[in-house]
């Protein structure tokens, strides 16, 4: 295994388990709270991914993203998958704000983690790489079990999910990739 990207990995890992180090106070000013942004608190749409519920959600999570990060750098590379990142940020804050007026805040990365996984899960297959496919295919079946039966897969053990920040996030992550590649290709072409 690269050592670099294992030090990539642990650097991620590491860098969403010190929002845990953070006052109780400064956690909730840094969550998605709809009220916060409507008044003009602008940063919730960015500290909201990066602060969780606890420390149980936050080793979730934080495993997860490192994990992805040693799944997918091969496939993604580094440019991209910071544009995935940013793409599925945006896409879980607009899906929240705009069709989730119902949802008054939010902490962690699971939506953000949800497009990571359908970029990766997309880049694999353009690679003709079988596990893309299979990926993409549990990705949609979970989403889909999500969205219409209204129930996390027990993954949260007990912990409240906001089920809509994974669709907008794997959404955002998708067309993240997609813009992306289109975008590489014009240059390219020039």
């Known amino acids: 295994m690269n050592r670099r990207l294992l030090v990539v990995a642990l650097l991620v890992f590491a860098g969403l388990l010190l929002p845990l180090l953070l006052p109780e106070a400064v956690q909730t000013a840094g969550r998605y709270d709809r009220a916060g942004v409507a008044a003009g608190e602008w940063w919730r749409l960015i500290t909201a991914h990066l602060l969780h519920l606890g420390p149980r959600h936050t080793l979730l999570n934080a495993a997860a993203a490192a994990i ?26 607009a899906g929240l704000w705009f069709f989730s007026p119902n949802i008054p805040w939010y902490v962690g990365a699971s939506g953000v983690l949800h497009g990571v996984i359908a970029a990766g899960g997309l880049a694999l297959a353009s690679l003709r790489d079988w596990r ?29 999910v906001v089920l809509a920040a994974h669709l907008y996030g794997a959404l955002g992550g998708a067309a993240g990739l997609l813009g992306w590649r289109i975008a590489a290709r014009q240059l390219l072409a020039r």
């Not at 997918?72 to 940020?89: C, I, K, M, P, Q």
């Not at 893309?132 to 053990?157: H, M, N, P, R, W």
């Open 68 to 93: 992805l990060v040693l799944l997918f750098a091969g496939a993604l590379g580094a440019r991209a998958g910071l544009v995935v990142v940013a793409a599925s940020l945006v896409a879980v804050d």
């Open 132 to 160: 893309g496919g299979v990926l993409l295919a549990l990705l949609t079946s979970k989403l889909i079990f999500e969205q219409y039966a209204s129930g996390d897969l027990g993954f949260a053990g007990g912990l409240p």
